[in-house]
Structure formats: C-alpha cells, structure tokens
C-alpha cells in the first residue's frame, strides 16, 4: 500500500471489546485509535519497528480528547479514519473519527504524541524522524486546543491498585488504554448502568512502573454539571501520572 495521510480500517465490535451492557468500552475505543495509528505509521515508513531499530525512539501518546455520539455495538461495523496534523519541535498530532455503517460520526478525537528516547526515557525533537506526509490535512476533528487539566475543588481518594504485569505494553509502561480502565473502575456499576462518556480528555504525565501503587483520587465538585476530574497519583514518590476530566450523560 502506498502511504497516504488518511489512513482507513473497518472494524467489527467483538465480544472481547465491550462492557456488560454491550456496548465498546471506552478503553477499547482508545485501542482502537492506538491501533490505527500505529498501523497509519507504519504505513508513513515510521511503525514501532523502524523507530526502534533505525532512530532508538518509541511512540508516545501524551494527550488526547475524545468525544463521543454513540458508543457501537457488539458486532456493529464501524469506519475507523487516522490523518496526522504538521508537527511542531516536540510533538506530532494525529486525529480520528469513527463512522457507523451509514457513514455517520459516531465519535471523534485529538491527540499529541511525542518519540521517546529508549534509553534516556526521555523526550526527543521530531527533527529526530524528520517524518513527511504525502498530504497535509489542514481539518481538524475536534475544534480548539487542549488546555491544562487541574482540579477545581476537594479530591477523595477512589482507591489504589498495584500496577503488574496485565497493565504492562511492549514499551515497558502503562498503556493508555489501562489508565482508562482505572479512570472507569472509579464507578461503580449502577453508575455505568445509569451514565455513560461524552467526553474524555486525558492527559499522560510521568510513567509508572510494575509494582508502583496508583492512587486513583476524584473531584466531584462539578458532578451537578455531569463533570468528573479524575488523577492518578504514583505513591511512591508522589507524582502525577495522568489526569482526566470527563463529561458524562445519561443512557
């Protein structure tokens, strides 16, 4: 396949992918974007293998934000779509939308990456790759830039978890995909029976390793508004991890 700047999957919602209620889990909506963009990377000349051999650099997802309309279904086909945005010194953008069988907009999202040295865990300039597009795409499926998350009230304390093996990817951190699993375990199931995301925006701070403790710690000041704060705290030495603000909405 020729590279190309809008990458495109179908996709069938499995039984692996979803919730109790049938319906994707938003932490399999995140694998689904981390798939795809590692698929449209790799078809740019730029996958998790040629970084690693040829630059001694990892993908890194430091923030994303997604919306969604309507959560699939199991076995429903979806249309997943992946264009990259130019990148600054730092960091490189990539948005996604995700299309139901009628070509409707069924969820959208914004993220900013970065490449990680292996061996310093450090980050690094783009001019590193020097990565082209065949295309530049100037939309954006997600209006506006995102802003810095904090808490705006009194945080309580949800419960702590002990990062092993299971929440453990290839580059030997936390996917982010099991933070938003942490981020949803924050409610209990008549919660998620009752609510569901509209919005998510997480931010990805500092790595956490196995064997760390994560404090999950929730601030509900804005839950009259349907909005959540959520951080995840590494006990060990006291740094935040990731932060989290959703908007919620009844089924």
């Keep these: 396949m020729d590279p190309v700047s809008l990458f495109k999957i179908n996709y069938k919602i499995e039984l692996s992918d979803v919730d109790f209620n049938k319906k994707l889990r938003v932490s399999g909506l995140f694998k689904l974007f981390q798939d795809i963009a590692s698929m449209a990377s790799d078809n740019l000349g730029f996958g998790i293998d040629t970084l690693k051999i040829k630059f001694g650099v990892a993908w890194v997802l430091m923030r994303i934000k997604v919306e969604v309309n309507k959560m699939p279904s199991l076995n429903e086909?979806?249309?997943?779509?992946?264009?990259p945005i130019e990148p600054s010194k730092i960091e490189f953008?990539?948005?996604?939308?995700?299309?139901?069988?009628?070509?409707?907009?069924?969820?959208?999202?914004?993220?900013?990456?970065?490449?990680?040295?292996?061996?310093?865990?450090?980050?690094?300039?783009?001019?590193?790759?020097?990565?082209?597009?065949?295309?530049?795409?100037?939309?954006?499926?997600?209006?506006?830039?995102?802003?810095?998350?904090?808490?705006?009230g009194q945080m309580e304390t949800v419960y702590k978890r002990v990062v092993g093996y299971s929440d453990i990817d290839f580059n030997g951190h936390v996917n982010n995909s099991k933070y938003v699993d942490f981020i949803m375990d924050c409610f209990d199931i008549e919660k998620h029976n009752k609510y569901t995301v509209k919005s998510i925006e997480v931010h990805f701070i500092n790595e956490i390793l196995p064997g760390n403790t994560i404090t999950l710690n929730v601030d509900l000041t804005s839950s009259a508004s349907n909005i959540v704060y959520i951080e995840g705290i590494n006990e060990k030495d006291g740094r935040t991890v990731f932060r989290a603000h959703i908007v919620i909405k009844e089924r």
């Design 77 to 83: 086909e979806i249309l997943l779509e992946t264009w």
């Design 93 to 152: 953008e990539r948005d996604f939308l995700v299309r139901d069988s009628k070509g409707e907009i069924i969820a959208r999202a914004v993220s900013t990456w970065a490449v990680i040295d292996l061996e310093t865990r450090r980050l690094v300039k783009t001019e590193r790759i020097s990565i082209k597009y065949p295309e530049q795409i100037l939309s954006r499926a997600i209006d506006g830039r995102m802003r810095k998350l904090k808490s705006s």
